[in-house]
């Protein structure tokens, strides 16, 4: 193997591990490139791996700055200089920060010369399942940054399951048992004649997912590790809406919908002013439903509302804005991490305001309770089915 190959293995060895899906198949394809070019003109070189080995324009930052780091430290120059160093123009973009913390992680992780070389899914198919045993009941609050890392890309593979719903919305259906007259007489001015009656069905579709989210400084540790997990609902599903409340409300859905996890936090984490700080409920879902419910809670919504419910004001005018919030969609669903405490009571008022006008009360503390959420999902109320 030339010293070029094998140099182009370990950097698509280092572009997996930050996160790009950069298989066997595409680092022949960076080979067979390579023949093609001037291999001693480095912005061939960029561009030659960057369209084989990027698949979406979300990953071209990533990807550059891999390739400064990895190729530069592999020519003998400037071997100390760091990617803080190779990056600084870029450093005072906070969205740059979480892509140079990823490439770090996987330069550490870069095996030294000499080990026996494994296929990569090994250790990530060990790793997936000693975390999934050790982390499962561990609460969110004390997970280590390492344990933290772990249990985000466990939560990156959960899917979450809401049931369809029937739309007012008909579409020709020979099964359907609807008579649908105008496609019937459509039909009939065609042919001239009488023909058999055309049948409509209704319509099925899975209903909008709307998430009410609670970041005050009594809930900012969990509301970090959940925003993994809504980044992967809301890039697995489409009708998706994501917001965030301290002492105002904020609409996070588009920052939310980037492909890339770290950028996307990253833009939210620019886009939300209150992050850590109190917590005005009432007043913030008065907000959503004066501004939003009848833009997003449309079609049988579910709702699911992520708080400890301490708030701020007392509870002042939560209860109607509750109401009004039930009313407005299909099924809401109250995640609160203090029912992590066998001995919880709700003392507070503004839990006993929220109570009377939630579905379901359940707990989000660890990965266990988010498994326990996807299986309560997976088996829709009676509300949720109908004949077609």
Known sequence: MTALAANVMQF??????????????KVIAALEALQAINIAD???????LHAVLVERHAQS???????????????????????????KPELKNPLAKPLIRRIDEAFALRRPKGESELPDEMPDTIASWSAAERLRTQDFESMSAGEMAEAKRLMATLHLPIPDVLTRRYRPSPLGRRVDARATLRAMVRVGGLIALQRKRRIVRHPPLVVLCDISGSMAAYARMLLHFLHAVTNDRDRVHVFLFGTRLTNVTREMAHRDPDEALARVTTSVKDWSGGTRIGQTLGEFNRLW?????????????ISDG????????LAVEMQRLHRSCRRLIWLNPLLRYAAFEPKSAGIRAMLPHVDDFRPVHNLDSLAALIAALSTP????????
């Open 381 to 388: 109320p009676k509300a949720y089915t109908a004949a077609a």
């Open 61 to 87: 930052e990533l990807f550059r700055l891999a390739f400064e780091r990895f190729w530069r430290a592999n020519s003998g120059a400037a071997q100390t200089l760091s990617l803080e160093d190779a990056a």
């Open 42 to 48: 480095r912005e061939v070189v960029f561009y030659a």
């Open 293 to 305: 419910s009848r833009r997003v809670l449309g079609q049988g919504a579910l709702v699911l509302l």
């Open 12 to 25: 698509a060895r280092i572009l997996r591990r930050a996160g790009l899906a950069v298989g066997p198949g």
């Open 310 to 317: 301490l708030d701020r004001d007392g509870g002042s005018g």
